[in-house]
Each structure stands twice: as structure tokens, then as C-alpha cells.
């Protein structure tokens, strides 16, 4: 029983070869291939000598070469601290001195020397002048406004007929301690420097206090 297996397997393999044979017999008669030829290249093949094309394909192939980089040698930097520059010291400045014989610089000194005085001076006449103004608007009757208008006009007057030294007690000019030569040079040069037709050029100064030489020379400066 076993034996006609195997007899039956043996069969088997030898048709199954056969068949293989026949086909790749087959197949090589249509490429035109020797059986022969092809078994030898089979059988040389993996004990073939590399040909001349292979050597020079080999040959031909790029070669790189890496090259290590030459050492980089790194120097220490030496700090290098930057000098100060000299600063040229600042001068004080010193405060502005007043010039005599400047007329401005002669007025700005007298004006901060008594600006209270003046101050004061200044407050009592717009005192003075608002208490007529307000008389004026309250009056009902143009005949009572034709009083005040003419007891204002008297006041003026009187101011006017008065000596230079009988209104120099009134306004305080007596404690201004600059003489009043002094003060009538100077309104006399700041005069010089205004046009001839302006109304405060015709004024006389001799008849002037010292409070009202510096009123002048104030309203003087204001248009030079």
C-alpha cells in the first residue's frame, strides 16, 4: 500500500518536470534563446569576473574627500573701557545789572523797589474814579448826572492848581528816596525816543511828582 504512494508521488514530480520542460522549451524556441546557452549563463554567472565596463563604471564613480577644517584660533578681546569727556564747567549766571544810565533799566529798578507804594497808589485812584462812574449810573435825573460830572471836573481842578509839592504829599511821592532830578532826567531821555506829535511828548515835566514822572516814563515804555 505504501509503496504504491510513493510509485504514485515519483509519478507525479517527473510529469510535473516534464511539463516544465516542455514549457520553458516552448518559450525559448519563440525568444530564439539556446537552452544551452542560457543554462551556462545560469551557472557562470554568480562566478563571473567583473568585466572591463564594470571596472570603468567603477572607476568613473565620484570620489569625495572630506578634508577636516583647520583649527580656528580664537584671541581673547581685550576690553577696552572708554575715557570720560571732559565736561567744560558751567559758568553762573550772574543776574543782570542794572545800567544807570539805561532810562528802562532805571524805571524797572524803581518800579520793583516801590511797587507796593505804587500799588497802592494806583488802587486809591480807580477807587476813586469808580466812585464817580457808580454815581452816574444811579442817577435817575440828567441834572443830577450834570452835578457829579461837574463835582468830578472841580476835583481835577483842584489836583491841577496844586503845587508839585502840595500833590507830592498826597500821592506819596515823598517816600521815594531817588531825586527827583534824577527821575525828570530820565523821563526826559525816554521822551526822546517817542515821535514829537504824540500827546505825551508835549507834557511838561517840571510840574511833575516823582510818583507821576514814573507813571510816565511807564507809559512811555509801553510804545518805544
Known amino acids: 500500500m505504501v509503496a504504491n504512494y510513493a510509485i504514485l508521488i515519483v509519478s507525479t514530480v517527473a510529469m510535473g518536470i516534464a ?17 544551452n546557452q542560457v543554462q551556462v549563463i545560469v551557472n557562470t554567472l554568480p562566478n563571473a569576473a567583473p568585466t572591463q565596463d564594470a571596472n570603468v563604471q567603477e572607476n568613473t564613480q565620484p570620489q569625495i574627500k572630506i578634508e577636516k577644517p583647520a583649527p580656528v584660533e580664537v584671541k581673547p578681546v581685550k576690553a577696552v573701557i572708554a575715557e ?12 543782570k545789572k542794572v545800567d544807570e ?5 532805571y ?15 494806583e488802587e486809591a485812584e480807580k477807587l476813586e474814579r469808580k466812585k464817580y462812574e457808580d454815581a452816574l449810573k444811579n ?5 443830577e448826572r450834570q452835578k457829579i460830572i461837574k463835582l468830578l471836573a472841580d476835583s481835577v481842578a483842584k489836583k491841577q492848581q496844586m503845587s508839585t ?60
Not at 524805571?107 to 497808589?121: D, S
Not at 530820565?186 to 514822572?213: C, G, P, Q, W, Y
Open 165 to 224: 509839592q502840595e500833590r507830592a504829599k498826597l500821592d506819596g511821592s515823598d517816600a521815594i528816596a531817588e531825586p527827583r532830578s534824577e527821575l525828570q532826567k530820565h523821563a526826559n531821555k525816554m521822551r526822546s525816543l517817542i515821535d514829537e506829535k504824540h500827546k505825551l511828548f508835549s507834557v511838561n515835566l517840571r510840574d511833575m511828582t516823582k510818583k507821576e514822572l514814573i507813571k510816565y516814563m511807564r507809559q512811555v515804555a509801553n510804545i518805544i
Open 19 to 35: 511539463l516544465l520542460s516542455l514549457i520553458f522549451f516552448i518559450f525559448s524556441k519563440k525568444q530564439g534563446i539556446n537552452p
Open 139 to 143: 442817577a435817575a435825573q440828567e441834572e
Open 101 to 105: 544810565n539805561n532810562s528802562q533799566d
Open 84 to 95: 570720560p569727556i571732559p565736561v567744560a564747567p558751567v559758568a553762573p549766571v550772574e543776574p
Open 107 to 121: 524805571l524797572a529798578k524803581l518800579e520793583a523797589k516801590y511797587a507796593e507804594a505804587l500799588k497802592k497808589q
